[in-house]
Every structure is written in structure tokens, then in C-alpha cells.
């Protein structure tokens, strides 16, 4: 598998520290020092289905292929305003596709789990070229009037095309049951049968706990497929992680023993994404001509689960 195309959309409207100084008991310090955000990009008069759309077309159009050629979408999301039919469904009409296409939820870690997916649909020979994408809406999932949750969060949708290739691609993927770590809940609808208690509210997030298995299970990972590969951590020239909080991204880091210079990073100016966060900054490091043939990047992300996931790609566009 290699990409041979990215593309990435925000939304219009951009939520800062200081906006949220005048709504919550907070400030731009106190946010600053837990996570790094100064600004997050926030749904407001687009729709997330639009978002997934402008981010597909911009990366089939970088691919250089028709929509005719995608054989397969496979895209991350966690929630949408559609539960049925999924957000590929939807991208796929929009485009002009005319393949199957289906979406995955690993929570942060969708879209290197849909990766994954995509690798081994490409090598079992039932598809040649494959859109992937995330889309996420996490501002849609928290209350508004919790100044620990509401400020770390960000919507927006990045995707690429994968085709056939000979370059190096190494994953792992890991799952650890842990509902009480961090959640949502929808209540459903009503039956005249129900008889169970349900649950609805916004989400529920342990940071201390998130922190602590976030950066042990992505160092984790890291280290297994970096011994998988032959490669040591200095022969990675990006290591392009789930940007959910700059303490997280430094913590791996300082585990790795590498400086900054490895580590790109938007969340100060994207907040957490969801599964988004990794293919938007990919699609930046594309666009601003920072990757170049032959480059190894590392991605790895960490979600509710707990889930986790971590890639190696040869960059060959």
C-alpha cells in the first residue's frame, strides 16, 4: 500500500482561548499550560457530511485519479447526525464513486485501524485504489458548560487515496476494554417494551487515566513496530500522532529520546479532532511540501476502549 493522495477540510468558524474566557471559568493560561490549544475549529454553519465531501475530492483530485477508479471508501467516524446510512455511503454519491464502501469506529483511532483495512483489502486483490477517510464532530459530544471537556476539542475531516505499491507499510493494532475510561452514551428511542434504565449524556472522560494509558500504549506500539520494521526511532522523519494534547505529544517524545524537530503538531490551533487529527496533519505536511519520496512516517493514535493504532508508511507520492 502506498498514498498517492491527501486532502483535508475545517470548518469556517475558529472558537479561541479568549472566547471561551468570556463564556467559562477558565483562560487562555490555564488552557494553554494543560493542553497546548489556543484555538479550535468549530461546526457552525457547515455540516459534517460536507466537511467528509470537501476532504475526499481534494484528496482524489491530489491522487490524480478519477472517482471511477476508487474501488473502496472506508471511512472513520465516531458520531454524525445520520446513524443510518453511514457517512461513506453519503461521501461515496457526493464524489461520483461507484464502489462499496463502509465506516469504522476505534474512536481516535479510526483512521489508522480504516489504514489497516484498507492494506489488506489492497493485498487480498479486491481492490487496487482506496479512499480513506475520517470526519469527526467531537464538539458535538460534550457539554458546552464543562470547562475541563468543551476546550479541548475541534471538528473536521481529512482523507487519502491508497493504491497498490511495494513500499514499506508496518501496523499494529491494539484494543483494551476500558468503558469507564471515557465514553458517550445516546439514549435510543422509546419502545413500549424497554425496561432497563438508559442513559444519555455528554461524554465522560477520565483525563488523568486517558493520559496515563495514552502515552504508555502508544510508546508501546511505537516500539514494537519500530523492532517489526528493522528501524530505530531516529530513522522516522515524522512522527505524525493523534493530537489530542501537546503534554501527551511531548511525553512520547521524551520516552523516544528524539527532539521536537520529529514530532509535527496542529492541535495547538486544531484542538482534538478524534480520528481526524492524524490525516489533517498529514495533509499539511503533504501540502507544505515537508514530506519527499522515500521519507518513513510514523503515525499512531489512541482512543475510547481503549483502542490503539500504529502505522510505518514509506512516503512515495
Known sequence: MRVIGTGSARPAKVVTNAMLEGMLDTSD????????????????SERLEELAIEAAKRAIEDAGVSPADIDY????????????????????????????????????????YALDMADDRIKS???????????????????????????????????????????????RLTTKSMLDCLYYRRRLE????VETEEISGPMYMNGREVFKTAVLSSSRDISHILKEAGLTPSDIKYYVLHQANMRIVDAIANYLKLDMSHFPHNVEYSGN??????????????????LQRGDKILMSAFGAGFT??????????
Open 125 to 171: 486483490g479486491k481492490a487496487k485504489t482506496v479512499l480513506v477517510l475520517a470526519a469527526e464532530e467531537p464538539t458535538r459530544m460534550v457539554d458546552w458548560s464543562d470547562r475541563s471537556m468543551c476546550v479541548l476539542f475541534g471538528d473536521g475531516a481529512g482523507a487519502v487515496v491508497v493504491t497498490e505499491g511495494d513500499e514499506l507499510f508496518v501496523s
Open 73 to 112: 471508501i472506508i471511512c472513520s467516524n465516531v458520531v454524525n447526525e445520520y446513524v443510518t446510512p453511514a457517512l461513506s455511503c453519503i461521501v461515496q454519491g457526493a464524489v461520483g464513486a461507484k464502489c462499496a464502501c463502509v465506516d469504522v469506529n476505534a474512536a481516535c483511532s479510526g483512521f489508522i
Open 29 to 44: 493560561e490555564w488552557i494553554r499550560e494543560r493542553t497546548g490549544i489556543v484555538e479550535r475549529r468549530v461546526i457552525s
Open 308 to 317: 490503539t493504532g500504529a502505522c510505518i508508511v514509506e512516503w512515495a507520492k
Open 190 to 193: 422509546p419502545t413500549p417494551y
Open 273 to 290: 479532532t478524534s480520528s481526524a487529527s492524524v490525516p489533517l496533519l498529514l495533509d499539511t505536511l503533504s501540502r507544505e511540501g515537508k
